[in-house]
């Protein structure tokens, strides 16, 4: 008997029981589409405060494909993620919304892309991103554009975290050593083979996106403090000009003074280059306390994230193997604890 391939969807949640029971039914349909291959569907409740993990501890117990991975709280859509491709188990890897914003007919078209071609990564395109909002289209291409411009790995535009890796990928970046993990750009610098295909990404399902404002900011900055020093390069650069004008001003000064004797107005000018070059400053500090704050976080080698429970690593007919390799898994975690 050969064993079918397995495939490991991850999917994050976080309040999502609006969208859980559509999200299930659509997945199902999609999966069953492809049966050569056997899936196991690891959903990660990210410390959700509604019914999603009782809905989804429902679906584990009703099928054996489904995994609950239920973390302590709200690690974020990152650590998430990373909880869920730690633990998975399939020859690939496809990390999955629960919102339905990525139509699950993506992951048969991911898999026959992967089949079609030797490579080990399928990156998934938004061709349209018609369904955002201006605001959220402006800024992404703002994002994109920034990022690329100052990371040495440049990250593909509208390439979303839905992507089809191989195992070998996975593994090497489960072996990456931060706890702070930008995962586009980590599934960037692992770096393989990869191909794309386009796609139109939906409206939600159903509730309201978890990235907006502040948060987007706040991990937009992540992504770029996570994988560039240019900025702050940058400040070397201006420093460095702003000495060389001052000298040059300097001189200007002491030659006219020489010729035309001392010069006493002045105030307004000396004001503005006071308030600029102090602002210069506070930008530049400003810009050493990102990463001073990060590489101070990163200092405490806390996790990336703890798994208060997991159930349903089932007793499913094709689990056997993914029930050892858990329990594997498992210990090698307790001896990362422990040591
Ligand atoms: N998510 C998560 N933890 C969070 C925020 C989001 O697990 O702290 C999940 C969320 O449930 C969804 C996915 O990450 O499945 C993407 O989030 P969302 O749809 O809000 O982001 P958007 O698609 O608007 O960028
Ligand atoms: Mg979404």
Request: one cysteine or more.
């Amino acid at each position: 008997m050969t064993t079918k391939r397995m495939v490991s969807l991850i999917c994050p949640v976080y309040n999502e029981a609006k969208c859980i029971e559509a999200f299930y039914e659509a997945l199902t349909a999609e999966i069953e589409r492809l049966p050569e291959y056997q899936f196991e569907v690891i959903c990660i409740d990210d410390g959700s405060d509604d019914a999603s993990l009782d809905l989804l501890l429902a679906l584990a117990e009703a099928d054996s494909r489904f995994k609950v991975i239920e973390l302590s709280r709200n690690f974020g859509k990152e650590a998430a993620l990373t909880a869920g491709i730690d633990v998975s188990l399939g020859e690939l890897v496809i990390p999955f919304d629960s919102d339905l914003q990525d139509p699950p007919s993506l992951i048969g078209r991911l898999i026959q892309a992967w089949e079609e071609n030797d490579v080990d990564v399928v990156l998934a395109k938004r061709s349209n991103r018609q369904v955002d909002t201006l605001t959220k289209r402006a800024s992404a291409a703002a994002f994109y554009d920034t990022y690329n411009l100052l990371a040495h790995i440049k990250i593909p535009k509208n390439v979303g975290d839905c992507r089809l890796m191989t195992r070998d990928v996975v593994e090497v970046l489960k072996s990456l050593p931060e706890n702070q993990r930008f995962m586009k750009g980590l599934f960037a610098w692992v770096g393989f083979k990869a191909c794309t295909i386009e796609y139109i990404r939906q409206v939600r399902a159903s509730g309201v996106t978890k990235f907006a404002g502040w948060k987007l900011w706040n991990f937009a900055l992540e992504g770029i403090t996570s994988f560039s020093t240019l900025p702050l390069r940058f400040w070397t650069y201006i420093g460095t000009a702003s000495a060389l004008l001052t000298v040059i001003y300097a001189i200007f000064i002491i030659g006219r003074t020489l010729i035309f004797g001392i010069d006493v107005p002045g105030y307004a000018s000396l004001f503005v280059a006071f308030l600029f070059f102090g602002s210069v400053q506070l930008i530049g500090i400003g810009i050493l306390g990102e990463y001073v704050g990060r590489t101070y976080i990163e200092s405490k080698r806390r996790p990336t994230y703890v798994i208060r429970k997991t159930h349903a690593w089932a007793p499913g007919v094709d689990n056997e193997r993914s029930n050892n390799l858990h329990k594997s898994t498992l210990r090698a975690f307790k001896a990362m604890e422990r040591s």
